[in-house]
């Protein structure tokens, strides 16, 4: 593994987070953005990734979107952004473990709003409303697994 993809690892999404702000300029039609306004509205949506626009990651970032919106049509782009999405199925494991435990996992649909992170979210039971884990449904795979093991077996 790489350096830049180990320091990306903190960021959960990544890819999927460059494609919907891809997306969300081009949609704008917005292609001279500046650092400070990708800063700003990627601190709105994911405060915690980055702290300032002087990070390698970050400048690394926005010059990957910018060429991205500079190139690409909307529709390319929201292609792509779909297709970095986690299309296959729940893995199998974490519907198991959720029910041995008397939880149950949904994930979030990303054809519903182009600017939304597909993820996870834990809920107390299939018609439940409000998830317990992961509001916004925007825990990974290994973080609900992580979780749902910490429970006691019911």
């Not at 439940?128 to 429970?151: C, M, R, S, V, W």
Request: include cysteine.
């Amino acid at each position: 593994m790489t350096e830049k993809a180990t320091n990306t690892n903190r960021i959960n999404f990544y890819e999927e987070k460059k494609w919907i702000m891809a997306y969300w300029f081009k949609a704008r039609r917005n292609i001279n953005f500046s650092e400070n306004q990708m800063l700003t509205q990627w601190s709105i949506w994911w405060k915690e990734d980055f702290g300032s626009s002087s990070g390698q990651i970050f400048q690394d970032t926005f010059t990957w979107i910018k060429q991205i919106v500079r190139t690409m049509s909307k529709a390319e782009i929201k292609a792509k952004r779909h297709e970095v999405a986690d299309f296959s199925s729940m893995p199998p494991y974490i519907k198991q473990l959720a029910s041995r435990k008397g939880y149950y996992v949904k994930k979030c649909s990303t054809r519903k709003h182009p600017l939304r992170v597909s993820g996870y979210a834990i809920f107390k039971n299939e018609k439940d409303k409000k998830p317990i884990y992961g509001k916004k449904f925007n825990l990974t795979a290994q973080q609900i697994k992580e979780i749902l093991e910490a429970k006691e077996d019911k």
